[in-house]
């Protein structure tokens, strides 16, 4: 599903700070992408920079979302440029001075215009795939979505030709002076972590899926 | 520490889409913010939409970041407007719909122009605001920061007056039609949760500090 194509760094994506956490293989950005379940979408609307929040999900060289056809972020974003920026927090790196502390990461910058999905079947077949990536065969088991639920959801989806990744996952990087200091030095890993299912009281169905238990 | 004062909603901060879910007291606002590690600010800079990741942390009614004093970003936000979103992601809501999917989460967005933290003294006070909110009792055990690291930092606050925070924080919302449709449908939470300490094999100090194990 991803291909393995170099993204050659463009003036918005080449990795200024720290170079050395720079990725721009295809492979990486999906990766992350894959792994994370919301972005954050930069965008212009009436003058000012905004941003929100909202569910993300890729198939091949896209990344898409969803939205209520009425909202003003669907709109600005069929209409300009966006900045979406996904990140997984990894751990808290606590070094011997507080200069050098640091966060592990994997993060990714995507820039483009955002186009929209028309087609119903193709809507149909994206939204799939979000349902997918959250609960592997939940599609198929879900009322089927009516006509006018698809015609109030817009999809959009944008090309990830102008993407980059930024990748911190080691320890403390501490000046050799330092090492002695009598503090504690390490890693405290932090990881998103799904917790038991809560069953919703009218549930049909009592039991939780396997996958999602 | 935090103000119980009611942030008027400005144009910006106004939530138009599920109004329901918004909220405008400062304390709900602080809450949020004291829990996230992390936000992203979007930014203008030659004439692109710019978003970074980045660690934050509050203090009374502004919120600080900090970074290389010669990164694009703290230029940048040192000069324009921003908008800063924070959210926490606390569950998938499984419906019985594909349509009545959706996150609970906890998010923030908050528009105004940093300032930058100018004094030597104040730098200092607000890095150990920083580091005593990731590891409480753990700035008087480091190596003090010395001139050189903090003429290389900038630190920049934003005044949180122009701020909202929006909350879902419930179970699947079906229509009545739709709730003995046979699928499982609840809530599978979700919370970024610390692990084992990793300890730096050139720690001074073998055992972690309790708050961090």
Redesign the interface.
């Known amino acids: 599903m991803t291909s393995n194509r170099h993204l050659a760094p463009s003036p918005?994506t080449r990795v200024?700070?720290l170079p050395d956490r720079a990725h721009y293989d295809a492979a990486t950005v999906a990766a992350i992408l894959d792994e994370a379940?919301?972005c954050?979408?930069?965008?212009?609307w009436e003058g000012?920079?905004?941003?929100?929040?909202t569910?993300h999900w890729r198939e091949g060289d896209h990344l898409y979302v969803h939205g209520?056809k009425?909202?003003?972020m669907m709109k600005a974003l069929a209409a300009g440029?966006?900045?979406?920026?996904v990140?997984l927090?990894d751990g808290?790196v606590?070094a011997?001075?507080?200069?050098n502390?640091s966060?592990n990461?994997r993060?990714v910058?995507a820039?483009g215009q955002f186009e929209p999905v028309e087609a119903r079947a193709d809507k149909l077949r994206h939204?799939?795939a979000f349902?997918e990536k959250?609960?592997p065969g939940?599609?198929a088991?879900?009322?089927?979505?009516?006509t006018k639920?698809l015609n109030a959801?817009t999809v959009l989806r944008l090309p990830l030709d102008e993407a980059s990744a930024k990748i911190r996952a080691w320890?403390?990087k501490d000046d050799a002076d330092?090492?002695?200091?009598?503090?504690?030095?390490?890693?405290?890993?932090?990881?998103?972590?799904?917790?038991?299912?809560?069953?919703?009281p009218?549930?049909?169905?009592?039991?939780?899926?396997a996958n999602?238990a």
């Open positions: 918005r200024r700070r379940l919301s954050s979408i930069a965008f212009q000012s920079v905004h941003a929100m929040t569910a209520a009425a909202s003003r440029q966006a900045c979406v920026t990140s927090i808290l606590m011997r001075s507080g200069f502390h966060m990461y993060a910058v820039y939204l799939e349902i959250l609960a939940r599609w088991q879900l009322r089927p979505a009516t639920e959801t320890g403390a330092d090492l002695a200091w009598p503090v504690w030095a390490g890693v405290v890993p932090l990881a998103l972590t799904r917790g038991a299912p809560q069953t919703d009218q549930s049909a169905v009592a039991t939780p899926p999602l």
